[in-house]
């Protein structure tokens, strides 16, 4: 403020100043006769100089205003270091606390990581413990898979029932992944339970029951953005088995039973083969074939011209036989995945092509060929609570592949080889009632056709004699014609945390067995089984 007065008083005593030169100046001009002329141009001369005083105050006050922003600026620069020195502080004061609380998290995740690392391989365990036990009203001798040939009363052990406890269904697994690049994949995966029932095991004291394999494989995943390639080479479940995801390994919908033989009208296999598979569409749409390994299954009166069956050698049970097969079974399938209004949808539709061989005794051989189509469906009937699923399959010779077990062929008198015609449909319910509970419904049907080929040979023979099904020591030759099933159950999964997972199961199942019509009828033996089960899933 003072310098502005002083400014303004300099401004003004140089204007008296100049006014007094000018009142001097121009009355020595007019004594002196000085024109006019030069007398406004002196006055100009003193007005301009006038103005770059005045301009001269002005930019000393915008620099003084500019130094008093640049001052505040500067005050508010210097504020807000301290501010972030503080919270800088702040932020250091914590880094242990934070290190601390990092470290016992990456504590936690490795002591409850479900998988380990060796070598660039990425290894995942599985299983689980079970200890699981059943009851049958009629005493059959099967541990945890049944056998749906159900004895009829003349079966003196049928009058019986059967209970037991069994661990042998008990399952470890592994699973190995290693990624040569972004776009291939290589896996091995292994999985084995303890239902093999070597000459050796027994039930008497050791109870030495020995692994078995389910399922064996390598694969290699060529993955190129919307599609890829994959190829499968070992045992595995057939390709003829129902998918919930494309076709791809570790995604089979299998019926979810305590019963290791699941349900009849469940087609199904494990068996070494070699896979090609293909998907397409961004992963929507599969296409895949493959050679499974051949093994045929015989009904009917074998002539004795025949030979259809031969004693294992090395590396085989000696108290089994295998049949004479030299060509795969061949399988192709299409599958789709899709949505339907929001509820998921996955479909498929296969193709199975069998060679059925056997000898002529004194030279030659006899050859037959089978076929079966079949297809299955999931859907989501409501999200996240209650799912569908219906399959089937139908065609002549494909007996093995269904869980019933019914003969693929029979002989003529020649020694000919037929296919006998049959079909097999499942249905089931899974209900999500809860995150920990599930409640499940199955009903499955497998039959056969009657084929009569002169004689005593054939299936279905009407003169077969069945009059005596239903007493004790009775006669009962007629083949199968018909099994049948109703099953329900739970799963509640009582715990589920970083530990591992506990659940208990119940079964209950309903199996009818009928008898194609002979001497006596068509008689029909049924079997009500229950199931219990606990299992430990630890990894």
């Keep these: 403020m003072n310098i502005r007065v002083a400014l303004f008083a300099a401004v003004a005593s140089t204007c008296l100043f100049d006014a ?38 002005s930019g000393q006050a915008t620099e003084q205003a500019d130094t008093r922003q640049q ?58 413990l079970e200890l699981a036990g059943m009851y049958r009203q009629h005493f059959q001798g099967n541990d945890m898979a049944s056998s749906f040939a159900i004895p009829f009363p003349n079966n003196r052990a049928s009058h019986e029932s059967e209970g037991r406890f069994s661990a042998r269904q008990s399952r470890l697994s592994f699973l190995a992944e290693g990624a040569v690049n972004p ?4 896996a091995m995966y292994g999985e084995f339970d303890f239902l093999g029932g070597a000459q050796t095991a027994n039930s008497n004291e050791s109870n030495s029951f020995n692994p078995r394999i389910r399922n ?18 070992g045992q595995n479940w057939s390709l003829v088995t ?60 074998v002539p004795s011209t025949v030979t259809n069956v031969v004693s294992a050698g090395s590396g085989f049970d000696a108290a089994n036989s295998l049949s004479i097969n030299h060509v795969p079974d061949f399988v192709g399938k299409v599958a789709y995945e899709g949505e339907i209004a929001g509820h998921s949808l996955h479909i498929e539709g296969f193709g199975l092509v ?12 006899t050859t037959g060929h089978g076929y079966g189509y079949g297809g299955g469906i999931v859907f989501q009937v409501v999200p996240h609570l209650l799912d569908a699923q219906f399959s089937g399959m139908t065609g002549k010779g494909i007996g093995r592949y269904g869980s019933a077990q019914l003969p693929d062929v029979t002989f003529a008198a020649d020694g000919r080889i037929h296919p006998i015609n049959e079909y097999m449909l499942l249905a089931g319910l899974t209900l999500h009632a809860t995150k920990a509970l599930d409640i499940y419904g199955f009903a499955g049907e497998e039959q056969q056709e009657r084929k009569l080929l002169g004689g005593a040979y054939g299936i279905g023979l009407p003169t077969a004699d069945n009059s005596g099904c239903f007493i004790e020591g009775g006669a009962c030759g007629g083949n199968s014609r018909r099994v049948r099933q109703l099953t329900a159950g739970v799963w509640d999964k009582f715990y589920q945390g970083p530990f591992g997972r506990a659940q208990i199961g119940l079964q209950y199942s309903y199996t009818q067995r009928q008898l194609f019509v002979g001497v006596g009828g068509a008689p029909h033996a049924s079997q009500n089984m229950a199931f219990v089960s606990f299992r430990y899933y630890p990894f």
């Design 71 to 128: 001052i505040q600026a500067t005050q508010d620069q210097v504020h807000t270091i301290q501010t972030d020195q503080a919270a800088t502080q702040t932020q250091l004061a914590a880094v242990p606390a934070t290190v601390q609380g990092e470290v016992a998290k990456a504590t936690e995740k490795a002591h409850h990581a479900d998988k380990f690392y060796y070598r660039g391989l990425t290894i995942t365990p599985g299983g689980f």
């Design 216 to 233: 064996l494989y390598g694969s290699i995943d060529w993955t190129r953005g919307d599609h890829g390639w994959h190829l499968l080479a």
């Design 242 to 301: 129902m998918n919930t995801k494309g076709i791809t390994p570790r995604n089979e919908l299998t019926p979810p039973q305590i019963d290791a033989q699941y349900v009849p009208g469940f087609v199904w296999a494990r068996q070494p083969q070699v896979r090609l598979t293909g998907d397409f569409l961004d992963h929507r749409l599969w296409v895949a074939v493959s050679a499974e390994n051949p093994q045929t299954t015989f009904g009917g009166t």
């Design 354 to 365: 069998r060679n059925f061989d056997a000898h002529l005794n004194g030279g030659g051989s």
């Design 183 to 186: 776009s291939v994949k290589l």
């Design 20 to 57: 007094q030169a000018f009142a001097a100046t121009h009355k020595s001009l007019h004594a002196a006769g000085v024109s006019n002329r030069e007398l406004l141009d002196e006055v100009r001369a003193l007005q301009a100089e006038v103005q770059s005083l005045k301009a001269q105050v």
